[in-house]
């Protein structure tokens, strides 16, 4: 079945679909200690919208069928809830986020293949955290990845926390943030250059 979301075909590819077989490993990323609190969710707000890319020269070569993300997260009071959270991947050609980036994914070059992989409530655990996915996602290995994390939570509560970034050489804008009470955000958002979250990819 095809979606179409704001002009953007979605592509679920429940079970991989064609792709590869999983093989039972990681993608892991470089990893840092600087704290980044609007990633992947900012609890300060009822709302928040985040993305990130891992470029395939990062990533590498070949198709692989991923089926789960671990991120490093710190600082949440224990029980600190976000509910209503997505989690969606995507190729893009693009290789750092522009100055003409929404919420709604236009303005970000050669997005293609947009998939939801989960959808839940989250009760934060600090550490490395992984989330499982509901559906896989078919990596090219030809274009960038990215990483849209939609918080819809709708509340705000103190407790919150962070996530743990590393620098990326050239400093890239590699992280897009948008944030706000009451409704869910639409229009432009912050591109930064500060840093890009540690994570794992599972394939």
């Not at 986020?97 to 709604?104: E, I, K, L, R, Y």
């Not at 890239?172 to 009470?181: A, K, M």
Request: proline content about 3%; glycine content about 14%; hydrophobic content about 35%.
């Amino acid at each position: 079945m095809i979606l179409a979301t704001n002009g953007i075909l979605c592509y679920p590819q429940i079970g991989g679909g064609g792709c590869t077989a999983i093989v039972g490993t990681t993608w892991d990323s470089a990893v840092g200690t600087t704290n980044i609190n609007f990633v992947p969710a900012y609890g300060y707000y009822d709302y928040s919208q985040s993305m990130m890319i891992y470029r395939q020269s990062d990533i590498g070569s070949g198709e692989k069928q991923i089926n789960s993300i671990a991120f490093e997260i710190g600082g949440y009071d224990l029980g600190y809830t976000l509910n209503n959270q997505t989690i969606k991947l995507a190729h893009i050609t693009d290789s750092q986020f522009g100055t003409s980036v929404q919420c709604d994914l236009s303005g970000i070059g050669g997005l293609s293949d947009l998939t939801t992989v989960k959808i839940f409530n989250w009760t934060v655990v600090n550490g490395w955290v992984t989330f499982t996915f509901d559906d896989n996602f078919c990596y090219n290995g030809v274009d960038n990845l990215m990483i849209v994390w939609e918080n819809r939570d709708g509340t705000w509560s103190p407790g919150y926390g962070y996530a743990e970034t590393h620098t990326v050489s050239g400093s890239p804008f590699l992280i897009w943030y948008e944030y706000q009470d009451g409704s869910y955000p639409t229009g432009f958002g912050t591109r930064s250059s500060v840093g890009r979250p540690n994570i794992r990819i599972g394939y």
